[in-house]
Each structure stands twice: as structure tokens, then as C-alpha cells.
């Protein structure tokens, strides 16, 4: 079962800042979100005080999102970089 992908407006706000500056690594953090769809817990994300809300590491960035298995979403609520 696939999940569907969904980004707050901050999250989104935050991508187009940095796609200014590295398009690269933006390109690696949406294939990584996108492939949060199929396996929304992957090695290397972990759990960030609950269960539900994760933090994954791509590059230079960190990738905060919620998992909701009810309603079979995961809505990233914040982008930001760690460097």
C-alpha cells in the first residue's frame, strides 16, 4: 500500500528557497520523500518523540514528517539544513 505524500506550506516555502542555491540536493530530498510512499519508515529515519513523527537526513538537509496510517498519508512538516 502506498502512502501519499503531502507538504505543508512551510515545508514547500523552504524547497524553493534552497532550489535557488542547490538543486542537487533538493533533487536527492524529493526522491527520498517520494520514496517515503513505499516504505514511510526506512533505515536511517528515526522516530522523533513519537512513534508517528520521524526525522529522515538527506545530504545536507533534514526532512521532518508525520506518518498517519489511518488515514495512509505522510505530511512533511518541515525542510530545513543541517550545514
Avoid: C
Wanted: aromatic residues 8%; negative net charge; hydrophobic residues 45%.
Amino acid at each position: 500500500m502506498a502512502y501519499e505524500i503531502v507538504w505543508e506550506p512551510r515545508a514547500t516555502n523552504a524547497a524553493a528557497r534552497f532550489l535557488k542555491e542547490d538543486r542537487a540536493g533538493l533533487a536527492a530530498v524529493y526522491e527520498a520523500v517520494d520514496a517515503l510512499a513505499d516504505q514511510p519508515r526506512p533505515p536511517g529515519s528515526i522516530p522523533y518523540g513519537s512513534p508517528d513523527l520521524r526525522r529522515l537526513h538527506v545530504g545536507d538537509y533534514r526532512v521532518l514528517y508525520v506518518i498517519d496510517d489511518d488515514v495512509i498519508h505522510i505530511l512533511v512538516t518541515h525542510l530545513g539544513r543541517t550545514a
